[in-house]
């Protein structure tokens, strides 16, 4: 049995980090979703479409999700390709969306069925599957080999690629408006999505550039998320950059939603068959009017750059929070505390500009003023690794390994 069997409600997999998984396992659980199932960079669940559609506006640590169509058999390209024509595409692709495939192969088997073959059988027999129609074929065994490689290229395609002959989709690897299947390889059985989230969903649609050492947005919101913050007591980020994290922690503050402002046929869902508008407006419409009129607590955050200052704010703007975050200019040990309590959050610096040697002195600095001016704050540090993170001297303060990009990091947390 499925969990689709089970539940009866669609299966999806909301991809992240490893190291932020259980933040996105309790996103998931806010959200009411069923069979929440921990994956090596991702969660399985099933939800009905509305929560479906709600996850993709709302999760702060996804980074893409995908709308699970079948898990299928797959020790072999042929077996595969026989088993993804069974599939009835016609209820999932829409004729004139060009697709393509992309495909994970997680172990020594599927790695062995290589990249290409793999890609090439899946789209083969997703276009087979168009040109017999939505009658359930009665497939053979090599039917799909047969076909393989006699489909004529797109007529008048602007991008290398393939028709099914049958008036359905064309395989365009490269189009930019293709939606995309996700066949996962492990253990001989081919897990096949379809990646609904299209833009990464940590592009959130405020960022400027300007600041070289900026954090993913799904990343900030993971950071506020594992210490504990739910915008109910003040918070500061010191050393705000470009607003990353002070932007993240309003949208938490206001209980809005993160991707609301996306704009229309931005999400991949949107061009797929079957997809709802009228309950997908009706889903952002519940986020909207769920959104609260003010934070319940202030919002503070500053830089020693005021051009850092200038981006954040600007930033901040064009998330349409800015109007609820005090900015200022200065070094943090010239501000004074804004509350005598709260959640102090700062990405500090890693020093590849600065140079190593300057940074025992920067967090020895940050240590002292933490524990003469911030000593009734809860406080969470984000530090390279390899950082020096006993220079702080935050006694009794926890660290969470996560990692910044390809950087190995460290969230210090002191409650
Ligand atoms: C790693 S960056 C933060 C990036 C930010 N999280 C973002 O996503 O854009 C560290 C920031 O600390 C600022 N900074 C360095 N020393 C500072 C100090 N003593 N006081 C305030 N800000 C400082 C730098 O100007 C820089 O913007």
């Excluded at 058999?73 to 009835?88: F, K, T």
């Amino acid at each position: 049995m499925t969990t689709e069997q089970i539940t009866g409600k669609p299966r999806w997999l909301a991809t992240c980090p490893r190291e932020t998984r259980d933040v996105l396992v309790g996103e998931l659980a806010g959200l009411g979703v069923e069979a929440i199932t921990p994956l090596h960079r991702g969660v399985a669940f099933a939800a009905d479409l509305a929560t479906g559609y709600r996850a993709h506006l709302w999760l702060r640590t996804a980074s893409r999700i995908q709308r699970v169509v079948a898990e299928v058999p797959a020790g072999s390209v042929a077996e595969l390709a026989q088993q993804v024509q069974r599939i009835d595409w016609t209820l999932w692709l829409r004729k004139h969306r060009p697709f393509m495939v992309q495909t994970i192969l997680t172990d020594r088997a599927g790695q062995g069925l290589g990249q290409g073959p793999v890609a090439d059988a899946v789209a083969q027999a997703v276009m087979s599957r168009f040109a017999l129609g939505s009658v359930p074929p009665v497939p053979t065994p090599g039917s799909v080999a047969q076909t393989h490689g006699s489909v004529a290229p797109a007529a008048g395609s602007e991008t290398p690629g393939r028709t099914s002959g049958g008036g359905g989709p064309a395989y365009r690897p490269q189009a930019q408006n293709a939606v995309t299947i996700v066949a996962h390889l492990r253990n001989g059985v081919c897990t096949l999505g379809l990646d609904t989230a299209g833009r990464a969903l940590h592009k959130r649609g405020w960022r400027l550039n300007g600041h070289p050492a900026v954090l993913k947005e799904t990343l900030a919101a993971a950071l506020l998320l594992l210490a504990g913050y739910e915008g109910t007591e003040p918070l500061l980020d010191p050393m705000c950059g470009s607003g990353t994290i002070i932007i993240e922690a309003a949208y938490i503050a206001l209980n809005k939603a993160v991707l609301i402002h996306r704009g229309k046929d931005d999400f991949a869902l949107e061009h797929l068959a079957g997809f709802d508008r009228g309950l997908w407006r009706k889903v952002a419409d519940e986020l909207r009017a769920g959104k609260r009129i003010e934070p319940r607590a202030p919002l503070f955050a500053g830089d020693i750059r005021p051009e850092y200052v200038d981006l954040a704010r600007r930033g901040a703007l064009r998330a349409r929070v800015e109007k609820y975050i005090t900015f200022r200019t200065g070094a943090f040990k010239a501000l004074a505390p804004p509350a005598d309590h709260g959640l102090l959050v700062a990405n500090l610096p890693h020093g590849q500009r600065l140079g190593q040697g300057e940074l025992p002195g920067i967090y020895a600095g940050v240590g002292r003023m933490i524990r003469e001016r911030y000593a009734r704050w809860r406080v969470a540090l984000l530090a390279a690794a390899d950082g020096p993170i006993p220079a702080l001297g935050l006694r009794g303060a926890r660290q969470v390994p996560l990692m910044n990009g390809a950087l190995p990091v460290r969230l210090v947390i002191r409650d």
